[in-house]
């Protein structure tokens, strides 16, 4: 039998050689991105002017500077390090069973969601405050799940998805205000409204692909609102649409006075958190429905004609699959789930203006969705909790003031915040937060694609 040999002097000389040399190339990368924090720091927040009764006084926080410089300095050089070690193949072992299991626990994990969902208006801790945050959280979720079948299933980029959130949202207004429509009318037809403006965009960027994609798709989305906003006689221009009706429970009006409402139906005291429970119920049963369609496209021709368009347009093409119902039927079905997500808004807030739909909106969407994973149903709900429930849950964050002194506003900081967690969680997960996915169709068995191995890692 041949004998193992171990490694000799040499070789282990050569690897700490090897080991040392890695540590000092990833101090070396720690150090310049440090450098760099600094010089954007210098202008921009070493220095502060204070309103003082004998006028304007220059303060320095160089302190903070440091700290942000030593943060920078730290975390780029953890980042290194672990990425190299996540790359060794002991770690590529190590790590592929617990990716197996977290993947087999998804589903477990999203009936753990929706029945967490389903019982929130009747826990404890649930107030007012609660349940508003709750009813924005799922609205974004919504949205992110209608542009998830744009840009997470037909790979296309588009920036003005809020364009269809402003159509729906508008279309109900005005069909409730000039027409008497209920909102059990003006709902469908908000959403085949907006369906009909994504036809209207799709076909003009049959031939656009990514960046062209992206750049039409954001002036589509800058042309509504600049429309909103110009035709005061119809849109009511910067001032909005006010009044907007409000849905009711089969009929019974959440007033506190008058015949028919809802706490005398059923004889209740009245409470103002009726109606915030009714449609938070209202917005959770039109999320589940956006969820539901698409999972079943995604499994019928068509997502999987979605799913190839999104791989290789040109293998698509040669597959005789007609790229321009696809894309069209993308454009379309995103649309008009935005514009659903559109008309609940106007009911929930009961005014609207042009400036709820700006290219802000277009971005949070959108970042939802490539943090979540594109084509990840539960990784954009998730996403969703965490961005919108983040950046709630940043605007009074007092243990922050520890680190950064009594003076510290977080309301002021909250997005800089924000956007260091999405760079951190966007270079710990290139792919988004759930990167794997389950074929949508199998032979025998369902195994889950490593995102690794799909085309740019959208698969």
């Not at 040499?10 to 720690?30: C, D, F, K, M, Y």
């Not at 929130?120 to 979720?141: G, N, W």
């Not at 008497?180 to 003009?204: D, H, N, Q, R």
Request: hydrophobic share 55%.
């Amino acid at each position: 039998m041949a004998e193992i040999s171990e490694p000799g002097p040499a070789q282990t000389v050569e690897t700490s050689s090897a080991t040392r040399n890695r540590l000092v190339g990833h101090l070396r990368i720690a150090v310049t991105a440090a450098f760099v924090v600094l010089l954007l720091c210098i202008p921009l927040i070493a220095f502060r002017t204070t309103d003082t009764p004998g006028g304007l006084v220059l303060e320095t926080r160089w302190d903070l500077v440091a700290t942000l410089v030593i943060v920078a300095l730290v975390l780029q050089f953890v980042l290194r390090i672990t990425k190299d070690t996540t790359n060794s193949s002991t770690a590529t072992s190590v790590l592929k069973p617990v990716g197996q299991a977290v993947s087999s626990a998804i589903p477990y994990f999203g009936a753990a969601m929706v029945a967490f969902a389903i019982m929130l208006p009747f826990m404890p801790f649930s107030d007012r405050y609660i349940m508003d945050l709750a009813v924005l959280v799922l609205t974004y979720v919504m949205l992110a799940w209608g542009l998830n079948i744009v840009v997470g299933l037909a790979g296309l980029l588009d920036l003005g998805y809020v364009a269809f959130y402003a159509v729906g949202a508008y279309s109900y207004a005005l069909l409730a205000q000039y027409f008497g429509f209920s909102f059990w009318i003006c709902l469908p037809l908000a959403g085949i409204l907006a369906a009909f403006w994504g036809i209207l965009l799709g076909f003009p960027v049959l031939r656009l692909r990514g960046d062209y994609l992206a750049i039409v798709t954001l002036a589509f989305g800058e042309i509504i609102r600049i429309v909103l906003l110009n035709w005061y006689e119809f849109t009511g221009g910067p001032d909005g649409l006010s009044s907007i009706p409000r849905p009711s429970f089969f009929g019974l009006e959440f007033k506190r006075f008058g015949d028919g409402t809802f706490h005398q139906f059923f004889n209740l005291e009245f409470s103002p958190l009726h109606r915030i429970i009714f449609l938070y119920y209202l917005i959770l049963i039109l999320a589940l429905i956006t969820n539901w369609v698409t999972i079943r496209l995604r499994r019928l021709p068509l997502g999987r004609a979605w799913e190839a368009l999104r791989e290789d347009e040109i293998a698509c093409k040669s597959l005789g699959i007609n790229i321009v119902t696809t894309k069209l039927t993308a454009f379309a079905i995103g649309a008009m789930f935005g514009g659903f997500a559109g008309s609940f808004f106007a009911t929930k807030q009961g005014f609207i203006s042009p400036e709820s739909f700006t290219f802000l909106e277009s971005a949070i969407i959108l970042a939802i969705v490539v943090l979540g994973g594109m084509g990840s149903q539960i990784g954009v709900a998730i996403a969703a909790v965490a961005l919108i429930g983040g950046l709630e849950y940043l605007r009074d964050v007092a243990f922050l003031k520890v680190v950064f002194g009594d003076s510290f506003d977080p309301k002021q900081w909250r997005m800089v915040f924000f956007g260091a967690l999405m760079v951190l969680v966007m270079v710990w997960r290139p792919r988004g937060l759930i990167g794997t996915r389950t074929p949508s169709v199998a032979l025998k068995s369902r195994k889950t694609i490593g995102s690794d191995l799909v085309q740019e890692g959208k698969g």
